[in-house]
């Protein structure tokens, strides 16, 4: 049974989108660090907008990050309220507009730096991602060591529904999930929920929601010795045997369908399939951009054999691509649509998926010029 997801995301996207621009009006509480028997303690302090993340906030994260690698034993990070972080902040990302890029190019090439620096980190990196964990979210949790997950973990990676592309790794992590369920998830944005984060290895561990407080402390007090860790984290962990994962059923027909090679013949297969999931599946990618579902099934066959580094790298690129309207406008649509008139009903150019050729999705993954390029 697919997760119907339609009032929750634009609730999400909602917050993601009106996050204060923190580089002029923002405050230093929106996300907190403090240090506690050599942990380093990062608390995302935005309940009221999901935590999304802004610009100065990502900076904020990167700089303590680099700081604690050479000072502390260990970095835990975790969320106030109901969701761990919901994503970033897509209407600063497009504020400039095509004629000004700028703003979104450095938010995108700070988070994507932020993102490796996770992926690369020398000291155990743990994150509870108790709640909603979306895009942005999805960038500060699952490159880490440790994700724990708990009954409240909502996962999504929703973009082609606002004519982006699943970034923050999501090149590098999503075809590294069993089978298709990486594709499956990339284009269509459905959501996991809970359990399902450790069975595909979203999550490394599970526990119940209530014991966060009582883990987060436990934690703390192993000063990031690995073993005491590993057993911290295996004490709270909750089996998940009896619970099944939400997909189980569907999976044969995922790994055939969105195993094929373009995103032309995964339609028509859902379409011939013909069951009401295929159907409700198929009328779901209907309404996202297809530039977006062409570029992001390009993204996943490439991610398959890149490391961490060339995916941001061409993630980078992508968000590039994106911005300037090399090819579509409809990142600006989708925001306009989901945003700013708040209509619901995007107008994507190009329309069909079959306006779209390879060379113009080709351009979208063209190198940048050394000033723009993703280094680090």
């Known amino acids: 049974m697919i997760i119907h997801r339609k009032n929750l995301l634009k609730k999400v996207f909602s917050f993601c989108g009106s996050t204060r621009r923190m580089l002029a009006t923002g405050t230093a509480d929106e996300v907190l660090f403090e240090t506690k028997n050599r942990c380093g303690i990062i608390t995302l302090n935005k309940p009221k907008t999901l935590n ?8 904020e994260i990167l700089k303590h990050l680099e700081a604690w690698e050479n000072s502390m034993s260990m970095v835990i990070i975790r969320g106030v309220g109901r969701a761990f972080c919901a994503g970033g902040d897509i209407k600063y990302a497009i504020s400039g507009g095509v004629e000004n890029t700028t703003p979104g190019k450095s938010f995108f090439r700070t988070e994507y730096t932020m993102n490796h620096k996770i992926g690369t ?27 724990v997950a708990t009954e409240k973990t909502m996962f999504a990676m929703p973009e082609t529904a606002i004519g982006l592309f699943p970034d923050v790794g999501a090149s590098y992590f999503l075809p590294r999930l069993p089978g298709q369920i990486g594709m499956f998830l990339a284009l269509t944005g459905n959501r996991l929920i809970g359990a399902d984060c450790l069975k595909i290895g979203i999550a490394t561990h599970y526990c119940d929601s209530k014991d966060i407080p009582q883990l987060f402390d436990a934690l703390i007090e192993t000063q990031g ?119 619901k009903n995007p107008k994507w150019s190009p329309a069909k998926l079959e306006e779209i050729t390879d060379p113009m999705v080709q351009s979208c993954f063209s190198p940048l010029s050394v000033e723009e390029e993703f280094h680090v």
């Open 52 to 59: 999304a993340i802004n610009l100065s906030m990502v900076k």
């Open 121 to 147: 980190y020398r000291l155990p990196y743990i994150a509870l991602i108790d709640g909603i964990t979306m895009g942005g979210g999805v960038g500060l949790s699952v490159h880490g060591r440790y994700r």
């Open 225 to 343: 010795d690995i073993p005491s860790i590993d057993q911290t984290l295996s004490k709270f962990s909750k089996n998940t045997d009896n619970i099944p994962f939400s997909l189980e059923d569907k999976i044969d027909l995922i790994n055939r369908i969105f195993g094929l090679p373009t995103v032309e013949e995964i339609l028509n297969a859902l379409s011939k399939e013909g069951s009401s999931w295929s159907k409700e599946i198929l009328e779901s990618l209907k309404k996202m951009s297809p530039t977006s579902l062409k570029i992001s099934h390009k993204e996943f066959l490439l991610g398959k054999s890149l490391g961490l580094h060339e995916c941001l790298q061409m993630e980078n690129r992508l968000a590039g691509a994106a911005l300037e309207g090399r090819i579509s406008k409809d990142f600006y649509e989708g925001v306009r649509a989901v945003l700013i008139d708040k209509d």
